[in-house]
């Protein structure tokens, strides 16, 4: 059901302004820094720190995972890193995965729409899920829109999920299934070529929270 070698061998995406890349080590001080970013944590209620260390492991190994496809976001023009988007908790009898991403800054211009799209259009056309689903919490409108704009539903809401300096959060459930409307596509990038099929299995849920862990 799944074409599990688009995970395996992660594709580079392009798109008019980005250039998603198969992230890994030589993204260390961009993650490092997206990791040190108060906004991002705070939005994506990332109460774990990580040491130098952990992340750079974590870089290290990400090629070796089976079950997940991690993306550097850079900005064509500069190089820039701008932030990561993931699909993981591949659940493959299922064909169901979960998306994240998180910019280090840059917010607002349009780079996560444009994102996301690239990768909602991997998912279900290139790695052939049913569907992907995110969690996003209510203190986030932003991100909301932008996932409604990609074509992403409102599931419901889990009261409480998250509890950020004395408050406590709720998260919206949303999804997105491959029979429904697209907010758009992607432009470049596509089916990765020649790759070995790898038996897949469930990852530990992670939800929005930022890595490494
Ligand atoms: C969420 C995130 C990926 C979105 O990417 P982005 O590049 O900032 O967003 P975009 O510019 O593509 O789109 C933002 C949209 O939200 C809208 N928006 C901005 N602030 C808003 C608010 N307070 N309420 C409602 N909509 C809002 C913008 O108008 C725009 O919609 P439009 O194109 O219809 O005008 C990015 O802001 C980010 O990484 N934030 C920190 C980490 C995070 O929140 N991750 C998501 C966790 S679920």
């Given at each position: 059901?799944?074409?599990?070698?688009?995970?395996?061998?992660?594709?580079?995406?392009?798109?008019?302004?980005?250039?998603?890349?198969?992230?890994?080590?030589?993204?260390?001080?961009?993650?490092?820094?997206?990791?040190?970013?108060?906004?991002?944590?705070?939005?994506?209620g990332?109460?774990?720190?990580?040491?130098?260390?952990?992340?750079?492991?974590?870089?290290?190994?990400?090629?070796?995972?089976?079950?997940?496809?991690?993306?550097?976001?850079?900005?064509?023009?500069?190089?820039?890193?701008?932030?990561?988007?993931?699909?993981?908790?591949?659940?493959?009898?299922?064909?169901?995965?979960?998306?994240?991403?998180?910019?280090?800054?840059?917010?607002?211009?349009?780079?996560?729409?444009?994102?996301?799209?690239?990768?909602?259009?991997?998912?279900?056309?290139?790695?052939?899920?049913?569907?992907?689903?995110?969690?996003?919490y209510?203190?986030?409108?932003?991100?909301?829109?932008?996932?409604?704009?990609?074509?992403?539903?409102?599931?419901?809401?889990?009261?409480d999920a998250l509890h950020w300096?004395?408050?406590w959060v709720d998260a919206?459930?949303?999804?997105?299934?491959?029979?429904?409307?697209?907010?758009?596509?992607?432009?470049?990038?596509?089916?990765?070529?020649?790759?070995?099929?790898?038996?897949?299995?469930?990852?530990?849920?992670?939800?929005?929270?930022?890595?490494?862990?």
């Amino acid at each position: 059901m799944i074409f599990a070698a688009a995970l395996t061998e992660v594709a580079i995406l392009t798109t008019d302004r980005l250039r998603l890349e198969p992230q890994g080590a030589q993204h260390l001080d961009g993650l490092s820094a997206l990791l040190a970013n108060e906004e991002s944590r705070r939005l994506t209620g990332t109460h774990a720190t990580f040491t130098q260390e952990q992340i750079s492991n974590h870089l290290k190994g990400l090629a070796e995972q089976a079950d997940r496809a991690d993306w550097a976001i850079i900005r064509a023009e500069d190089d820039c890193y701008l932030g990561e988007i993931v699909l993981n908790e591949l659940d493959a009898d299922n064909a169901s995965m979960n998306l994240r991403i998180a910019l280090a800054g840059e917010f607002g211009r349009g780079y996560g729409t444009e994102a996301t799209r690239a990768v909602v259009g991997y998912g279900l056309d290139e790695v052939g899920l049913h569907r992907i689903s995110l969690e996003v919490y209510a203190f986030n409108p932003r991100a909301k829109r932008v996932y409604e704009k990609c074509g992403f539903i409102a599931e419901g809401v889990a009261r409480d999920a998250l509890h950020w300096d004395g408050e406590w959060v709720d998260a919206n459930l949303m999804s997105i299934l491959a029979t429904d409307p697209r907010g758009g596509s992607v432009v470049g990038g596509g089916r990765p070529r020649g790759r070995r099929d790898r038996e897949l299995g469930r990852s530990s849920p992670i939800g929005a929270k930022l890595e490494p862990r």
